[in-house]
Structures are given as C-alpha cells and as structure tokens.
C-alpha cells in the first residue's frame, strides 16, 4: 500500500505503512482535497484581514467592539445549541498530546473530557499527527490497549469524553499538497478525525466535538460554521451533530465574543479561556505601544486588570447564550522528591481552581492526572449541577478601555528575563525535536507559554527597557543568556545538538529583529516549522 493516487493531490511526507495507511484511505484523502478546494481561499482572506488588522493596530487603532454587529449583542432571543451527549457536565477537562500512552492515561484520568490536542502541546511532525489520528480512532473503538517496557495500557470502563483541538486556521499541513498548494493543518486535522470517527461516535451516544483555537474574528467562525455544515452533508451526517468549543485566546476575539457565538451558535459548546496564548496575543497585537510593556511572566496573573475583565465578560457572554464557560490552565504539575514546593504549587492550582469557579466557571483544565483530584474537589464544592448556566453573571459592564488596561502590578526582573530565555530555548528546542509538551522548572510549557516568553524578551528589547535594578535588557545580554543555557538545553530528552543550535539561532534571531525596529514573527511554530521532519544536519 502507498499513499493513494487522488488527482491534483501529492504527498512528500515519511512513509507509511498499515493504519497510518488506513487513516489516508483514498475516500478520506477525497475530503481532505474537497475541504481545500471548496474552503482555503477563504481561509487566506481571513489570514491577509489578521495582517491588514494588525497593520491598523500598530497606526494606532483602537480595538473595539464592532458596530457593524451590535444587533447580535443586542438580541436577547438566540442561545446556542444545548450541550450534546457527555459534555453535560465538563466540571474537569484534562488536555495533551495524541501519543497512545497520554490518550490512555487521560481518558483513564477520572476528568470528564479529555482535549486531544494537535495544536499547542503538539510538534506537528507528520508522523505525530497521523499516529494521533490512528490513536483516536483506535481510543474511541476501544482497541488503543498496549503494554510498554512490561506495563500494560487499556481502557477503563468509564472514560473521559473527547474533544479534539485541531492546528489554528495560519497552520500549514505542508507534507501534503492539493493543487500544487498546501493545506491548512486545520482542514486535515478536522477532516480525518471527522471523516473517520463521526458516524461511529453518533451510534455509540458521543459525537465529533471539537475546540477551535486562535480565531481572531467572527468571520473565522463562520468559516468554520460554513466547514461544519459543508462536512456533515458530505458525510450525511445529522446537522447539528458536530460541537465546537471556541478557545478565546486572540485580543480581537475578546470583543468578539457574541458574534463568535452567533455564528457558530447550531454547532457551539462554549468558550473558553485560554489564558497563556491570550498574553501572548495581548503583548503581540500591541507591539507598537510602549505603554502595554508587560513585567515578568509570573507577574500577569488572571486577576491582573485586562485578565480579570475578559473572564468576567466570557462568564457572561456564554451563560447568556445558554453555553459552557470553561476555565483555562494552571501550568503547574506535581513536584516529586520535595514535599514542601510540591504543596506550595498544589497550593496555587486550588487558589486558581476556587476563583474559577466562584466566577462561575461551568469547568477549567488541568494538564496533570494527579491534578484532577484537587480540581474535582473545588468544583464539586461549589458547582452542585452540572454546571452554571444560570450564574448570569448580569452586574458585569466591560467596556473596551477594561480589555486595553495595561496596568499590571509588578517589574521585570533579571530572574524574569532568565526565566523567559530558559523557557523559549528548551521549547523550541523540544519541538523542533518533535517534543511539542515540556515540563520546564515545574511548570508543564507548551507552544502558547513559550510564545510569552519569546515575545516578551522582543517587546523588552524593542522599547528599551530595564529591569528593576536598572539593566538595560538588550540583544547582547540575551545573546549571553542564550549561550550560558545552551548545554542545559543539549541534555533534553530527544533533543540534539542540531535542535538546540536551531533553537538558539531562531531566538537570537527575533531578539536581533528588536535592534533593528522590526516586529518579531506572529507564531514561533510557523517560523521553525520547516525543520520538522528535516534531515538531522538542517541548519537555519
């Protein structure tokens, strides 16, 4: 077998052999090139809008809440489509990679869903997204069992639901090509989990749920929508089968949220918080303005203004169209071998857990099954139903100028500047090596924490700033920083020296674009994605 002959389609990817065969079945190859010839010029005009829009932003644009759809946010008669089969009640949502042991290990967790996710905690080399598929398909026939070095995997018997995070609309598929053009990573993540699982979950009581990452614009999710209905006709599958969780993680989205909604209100299963790219997001669409420099990482808690406002507004927005307002990550996971720090982390994650749920969250995540328990209980305490539609949230008023505050309580410190170079360069340095989920100092760090760290050394270096004992934070600095943790980086699990060159080049060279006055890249994922499943000597 070899991958199949549909015309116009090519493929450049590592070979493949039995399921991975199975998953890119002719028929399924068919929908994937139908998807890309019926949706991806719309996918690049909303791709050239995000650049025309950021283009405004740094003129000096304001964002706010669109007029042109102020009749939606006014309407108090639509709500979205009730919760479907097994997203009743969402109270823990565990998320991780797609490799067969984590797909086990989560959906044994004790968490009512699990997010497969092919995105952020994901290096999208080929073989990692069509073994994830193959994981999934086999996790939702219950035939994913297997044993490694003499341990045994298997299902329980009571599982969490799953939800499937495909890449965001700017990532590429670039492995396969349809009509002499690559596809979005989006469509071919969709498209085969689709194709090869929705019938079967409808006849088992599940269906083909969905979270949608990094939408900056409501006519992103009407593409979307526009995917959904196009999809469930192709497959005569039952319109309104398909859920999709929206992850508010983009600036734009936040004073979007309603129209988001709207537009996907047949097919919608909530928002969701999703914090740490929401930073990023933050710090990136206001490059240009100095006055939205941010302290240290640790400094930008969800109880900052800017956070705190787009919480309470998502709460509200989702309650008042009858769906799931979900909670984001705590980034801290077990500590062994030390009992007092462990507690103290442990410590944070019930503290953000408890002020989740009393803003009357209907769920939150963790990235950790040891974790579970701790949120379990938290939310079991004070969330007695399946969940909080009914906290309608009606005090909040969030006005635009709330969602732009940029005053955050804190400074940059030289731990801080340190921290954000560690954290950059080990995770560049493990996805690149096809590690894309990294448990750094603690702390679980994936694509959207790194992206933090990576901009913020960027907007420090571009408007000149200091850390609280006056040093001035610049590209020679960080260039040093670099080469004093390069080694650490080169003992990474998976990680070569070739991957560790890559990563600390591909750093330098966004800290240099600061010294220059340019703008620093939009996704470290799209700049380094070349080097996946390249030779071992690639060079940058």
Known sequence: ????????????????????????????????????????????????????????????????FPAETAHIRADPSWVCAPPAPGLEDRRVEITGPTDRKMVINALNSGSKTFMADFEDASSPTFLNMINGQVNLYDANRRQIDFESNGKAYKLNDKIATLIVRPRGWHLYETRIRVDNRPISGSMFDFALYFFHNAAYLLSHGSGPYFYLPKMEHYLEARLWSDIFYFSQSYLGIPVGSIRGTVLIETLPAAFQMEEILYELRAHSSGLNCGRWDYIFSFIKKRRADKSAIMPDRSDVTMEVGFMDSYVRLLIQTCHKRKVAAMGGMSAQIPIKGDDAANERAMAKVRADKLREVTAGHDGTWIAHPLIRQIAEEIFNEHMLGPNQYHVLREEVKVAGSELLNTTVKGTITEGGVRGNVSAALSYCAAWVSGNGCVPINHLMEDAATAEIARVQLWQWVFHGASTSDGTPITADWVASLIKEYLPGVKKIGGVTETHADIAAKYLQSEVDKATRGEYCSDFLTSDLMKYLDAPATSKL
């Not at 389609?9 to 028929?27: F, N, R, W």
């Not at 929908?31 to 000096?60: E, K, S």
């Open 1 to 64: 077998m070899s991958f199949p002959n549909v015309k116009g389609v090519t493929y450049t990817g590592p070979p493949l052999k039995g399921a991975q065969l199975d998953i890119l079945s002719e028929p399924a190859v068919k929908f994937i090139a139908a998807l890309h010839r019926t949706f991806d010029p719309i996918r690049q005009q909303r791709l050239n809008d995000r650049h025309v829009a950021q283009r405004r932003l740094d003129a000096g644009a304001v964002l706010d």
